[in-house]
């Protein structure tokens, strides 16, 4: 038995011997997630934005040990697919914790998070609109509102959202629908560098808000705020704090009837893990080591292509001696480079690579291309004083 102030101490997983010891129990490659840490960044998020709900996007990281951290936090949950609505299902998740927030779904999709119990979906036109015709009365929407950046090297608001000026019509065809129109939401694109782009839509929706509510078309009186809260990879960024400073001011002159709900995915998981691969073997090319680990782009490093992120990455070996090195996956694909141009101490066969901040879009996307296998997620501190496991579930 442990006693309550044992319980209280956690380990600290990505510590070189713990990851030794985790690496010797679950085998190589994995992905060591410690769920104290999913716990730091949802209460840094928390106090960031008081006042805020704040719903745990699964897509970064859609991980049972996740899931049910966030939810003993006191948070909620944002689904996007009928696969992420029964992951929650299997898990007992209260279906009053969860919106669906995919503004394109089959009718099976609605229909399958209706029946575990959503009651808030997301639209952005007419057609998705009508999609819910049939269900109306049982639930609600938010209308996803798209804020285009024409300047902005990637706009991101352009596959999903509607005009701002497409938003009362959107709203009267669901009241005359008799569907009822909870809100607004937006998501102004992930790893943003400062908040100005959530402050000017939050601004932009209030309006929007005010108009609807002027034209009896609905209560509105949720505006959801997405995700896009960055963290350190190579490069680090504003502190969570200082980010949303300008949030917070702008969330204070809402009215005060205005729930505010947020949906982050990567702050929350990003920092929460790390990739632990092993060199499979290696060879000396043109004055360069080049090392084969067992996890590569078409693995947990597939972040590098999709969310072009680069995670900081470092051997578990200490030596006075650096050598120019590449880092590469195993599969026989000459574009699986992870790393070029590192200097290195020498490694062996065995030796163990690290990298860091790979908790958000990374074993999420990987494959197992070549019959390469996905890493291995080894969730750790998931109840205090738990140093158990808990394996990927069935995709
Ligand atoms: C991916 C996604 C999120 C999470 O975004 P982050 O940038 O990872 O915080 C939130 N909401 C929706 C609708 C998404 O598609």
Redo the contacts with the bound molecule.
């Keep these: 038995m442990n006693s309550p102030a044992r319980r209280t101490r956690f380990i600290d997983p990505f510590q070189p011997a713990e990851i030794r010891r985790l690496v010797k129990e679950f085998g190589s490659p994995l992905l060591i997630l410690d769920c104290e840490r999913v716990r730091v960044q949802f209460r840094k998020l928390r106090k960031a934005l008081p006042g805020v709900d704040l719903?745990y996007?699964l897509?970064?990281m859609p991980h049972a040990a996740v899931v049910r951290t966030v939810l003993e936090e006191g948070g909620f949950l944002?689904l996007?697919t009928t696969g992420e609505v029964q992951l929650v299902q299997r898990l007992g998740v209260a279906a009053d914790r969860c919106i669906h927030?995919?503004?394109i779904k089959r009718e099976q999709d609605i229909r399958n998070a209706i029946s575990f119990g959503v009651r808030t979906f997301?639209a952005d036109n007419p057609d998705e609109v009508r999609k819910f015709a049939r269900h109306a009365g049982r639930v609600q929407l938010l209308l996803?509102v798209s804020f285009r950046h024409p300047g902005a090297m990637c706009d991101l608001s352009r596959k999903?959202g509607c005009d701002p000026e497409d938003v009362l019509p959107l709203a009267r065809l669901a009241a005359d629908l008799g569907i009822g129109v909870r809100g607004l939401?937006f998501?102004v694109?992930?790893?943003?560098v400062d908040s100005a782009k959530h402050v000017e839509a939050l601004n932009a929706c209030a309006q929007l808000m005010a108009a609807a509510r002027r034209d009896r078309l609905g209560a509105l009186d949720t505006l959801d705020i997405?995700?896009?809260?960055?963290i350190d990879y190579a490069q680090p960024v504003q502190d969570v704090s200082r980010f949303c400073a300008p949030l917070r001011t702008a969330l204070a002159k809402l009215p005060k009837r205005v729930r505010v709900i947020a949906?982050?995915?990567?702050?929350?998981v990003?920092p929460s893990a790390i990739g632990v691969a092993s060199v499979m073997g290696r060879a000396r090319r043109e004055g360069h080591w080049w090392y084969y680990l067992d996890d590569g782009l078409y693995g947990s490093y597939s972040g590098q292509i999709y969310d072009h992120a680069r995670y900081p990455v470092e051997p578990l070996r200490n030596g006075a001696q650096r050598l120019p090195s590449v880092l590469a996956g195993p599969t026989c694909d000459s574009i699986d480079v992870i790393a070029e141009n590192l200097m290195l101490p020498e490694l062996k066969a065995g030796d163990l690579i690290v990298g860091r901040a790979m908790g958000?879009?990374t074993w999420a996307s990987a494959s197992e291309f070549n019959f390469f296998p996905r890493a291995t997620v080894v969730a750790v501190n998931a109840q205090p004083g738990d140093t158990g496991s808990v394996n990927p579930f069935p995709l």
């Design positions: 719903h996007a897509k970064p944002d996007a927030t995919h503004p997301v996803r999903f939401s998501h694109g992930s790893q943003a997405g995700g896009g809260f960055p949906e982050p995915g990567r702050f929350i990003g958000a879009y």
